[in-house]
């Protein structure tokens, strides 16, 4: 069993930076893949990035395009953490986050981190608010 608390969320203006925290506890979070996802008003849950799972520090990591270049995953299995940094953030990142682990989807020789299928736990999230 994992479980996962996000923190970190808050209100912005746009251009501003916010750093997401997901804290896991429970045993064998090295063995997880971590996803975040994002869910505005009215609008399906879509993924945001994704951090492998390992032992080595060297981790592999996938973006939304939308988000490529501006927010930045890292993290830190001593610490049971994953982290979103979000840099210049804009009126439509405004959304609620959830970090998620799991090991992914198999698919065509390779674990696919995209696919909330592919994740077991997920957290409660933080509401991120970018006004303009």
């Known amino acids: 069993q994992v479980q996962l608390v996000e923190s970190g969320g808050g209100l912005v203006q746009a251009g501003g930076s916010l750093r997401l925290t997901c804290a896991a506890s429970?045993?064998?979070?090295?063995?997880?893949?971590v996803g975040w996802f994002r869910q505005a008003p009215a609008k399906e849950r879509e993924f945001v990035g994704a951090?492998?799972?390992?032992?080595?520090?060297?981790?592999?990591?996938t973006y939304v395009d939308s988000v490529k270049g501006r927010f930045i995953l890292s993290r830190n299995n001593d610490a049971n953490a994953v982290w979103l940094q979000m840099n210049n953030l804009q009126p439509e990142d405004t959304a609620v986050y959830c970090c998620?682990?799991?090991?992914?989807?198999?698919?065509?020789?390779?674990?696919?981190?995209?696919?909330?299928?592919?994740?077991?736990?997920w957290g409660q999230g933080t509401q991120v608010t970018v006004s303009s």
């Open positions: 998620a682990a799991g090991t992914g989807t198999y698919r065509s020789g390779s674990y696919d981190y995209t696919d909330q299928s592919g994740y077991t736990y």
């Open positions: 429970g045993r064998a979070f090295i063995n997880y893949g």
């Open positions: 951090i492998t799972r390992g032992f080595s520090e060297t981790f592999s990591v």
